[in-house]
């Protein structure tokens, strides 16, 4: 069975508004969580990481929360633009050997 | 500086025929993996390797193999390819523990 998931498979959205792409974890035990996003045709980029120890993290436009309580991870896209047009992926991990991902929410841009 | 290389990038093979994929970093990272990339699957492991000459089973490693000679590549090999290892192929190489996850730009396989 696969511990990540992303609750949806497509999210379509109006360029310029505000996106949010969930995934929810049922390893209890992770410890460290990354969004990443995949373009058609490349392989996964990093986009933002966040530790156990946080619930919150801030980059260039992203912000990612973690809700431990209830095992919930989100990517907060600001002002969304045509080129964050992709799949976004969650991953997990809780030991050295890996990252488990989750299914991909792939990201549609509507002008 | 070019972080992860896979080759090729695309290949077609008949059922049967045997290939491998070479995965070479430049990073020094100590750990490699092989996933695999299906529609609707998201990325599953299938091998990886937590140092120089050694490798480990993932979620999927059922008709694969995998060797690491040498630090810096990563090989993943098919025996007798099946229609089912129809697929894309990404590298990966990272410190461990997830951290400073860097992927290649993946291998597009079709078993025909």
């Known amino acids: 069975g696969e511990s990540v998931g992303l609750h949806l498979p497509t999210l379509s959205v109006q360029e310029g508004d505000n996106s949010i792409i969930n995934c929810a974890y049922s390893?209890?035990?992770?410890?460290?969580f990354i969004w990443y996003k995949q373009e058609s045709g490349k392989g996964p980029q990093f986009i933002i990481d966040i530790r156990s120890n946080m619930d919150k993290r801030q980059g260039q436009r992203v912000t990612v929360l973690l809700n431990k309580t209830v095992k919930h991870l989100s990517l907060q896209i600001a002002a969304t633009q045509p080129g964050d047009s992709a799949v976004y992926f969650c991953a997990e991990t809780w030991s050295a050997d890996g990252l488990t991902f989750g299914k991909g929410t792939h990201l549609i841009i509507q002008p | 500086n070019a972080g992860v290389t896979q080759t090729p990038k695309f290949r077609v093979l008949k059922t049967g025929q045997s290939m491998t994929l070479l995965c070479a970093q430049d990073?020094?990272?100590?750990?490699m993996y092989w996933y695999r990339q299906d529609p609707g699957m998201g990325l599953r492991l299938i091998h990886y390797s937590v140092g120089e000459g050694t490798t480990a089973k993932g979620e999927v490693p059922d008709g694969y193999n995998v060797s690491r000679l040498k630090k810096q590549n990563f090989l993943l090999g098919l025996e007798s390819a099946a229609p089912s290892q129809t697929s894309v192929y990404f590298c990966a190489s990272s410190y461990g523990g997830g951290y400073g996850y860097t992927f290649g730009s993946g291998t597009r396989l079709t078993v025909v």
């Open positions: 390893n209890s035990a992770s410890d460290y």
């Open positions: 990073m020094n990272h100590e750990y």
